[in-house]
């Protein structure tokens, strides 16, 4: 049961155009949803967080969006930049007694090209 | 302040062997998980350990175990290795100072079990 979901697997855009992820999520405890950047042959690298009570969140070139009745997010990278090339993973928390347990999605390649 | 580091970064093993994989968590930080993930499964969350308490414990046999030092240092074991637990193990810490808490990954060990 794949309770987080990223259903593209893989994005291609153009540098200086903007980059959506998508995360869809099923289960409602989910109260903290986080976004990831990992590289090959490193760990993920935190990027940005928004906790259930908001809707919007925003750092710098990165907008994470949370649409609670929908259950969805969604990552905005604008503009884009070719050093942006990685796989991006959304994850979330229960919060409660799911202490450190973050449940992550199947991460997309995003290709930003020249 | 410098990161999580974790050791080694890469081991080979042969089944039947056991291993020992070492995690240092961010100063200051009291929680450290543990994920694995590999191609299939993705990124699975193996434990969490707080104030050398394991507070939390995914859905891994007893084969997998881990421990927390008074100094956050955390590690985990995996005993009897079977093939399918090659994968690439990391390691996570959070400053646990609010509801709401991001975690920080280290690179990560590959272990490969030949």
């Known amino acids: 049961d794949q309770q987080v979901k990223q259903n593209s697997p893989s994005l291609s855009v153009q540098e200086g155009r903007i980059s959506i992820l998508n995360c869809d999520y099923t289960?409602?405890?989910?109260?903290?949803f986080l976004w990831y950047k990992k590289y090959p042959a490193e760990g993920p690298t935190f990027l940005i967080s928004i906790s259930s009570i908001k809707d919007k969140n925003e750092d710098g070139r990165f907008t994470v969006f949370l649409n609670k009745s929908a259950k969805h997010l969604s990552l905005h990278i604008v503009p884009s930049q070719p050093g942006d090339s990685a796989v991006y993973f959304c994850a979330a928390n229960a919060g409660g007694t799911s202490y450190g347990k973050l449940t992550f999605g199947q991460g997309t390649i995003l290709t930003v090209h020249p | 302040k410098a990161g999580v580091t974790q050791t080694p970064r890469y081991l080979i093993k042969t089944r039947g062997q056991q291993v020992t994989l070492s995690c240092s968590p961010i100063?200051?930080?009291?929680?450290v998980s543990w994920y694995q993930q590999t191609p299939g499964q993705g990124l699975q969350f193996l434990f969490e350990y707080f104030s050398e308490t394991q507070r939390n414990k995914g859905n891994f046999p007893g084969r997998f175990s881990g421990r927390q030092f008074s100094n956050s240092r955390s590690e985990m074991n995996v005993s009897t290795l079977e093939l399918g637990d090659s994968a690439l193990y990391l390691c996570?810490?959070?400053?646990?100072?609010?509801?709401?808490?991001?975690?920080?990954f280290g690179p990560g060990t590959r272990l490969t079990v030949l």
């Open positions: 289960n409602s405890m989910f109260d903290y």
């Open positions: 100063s200051g930080h009291r929680s």
């Open positions: 996570a810490s959070s400053p646990w100072t609010s509801t709401y808490n991001e975690q920080f």
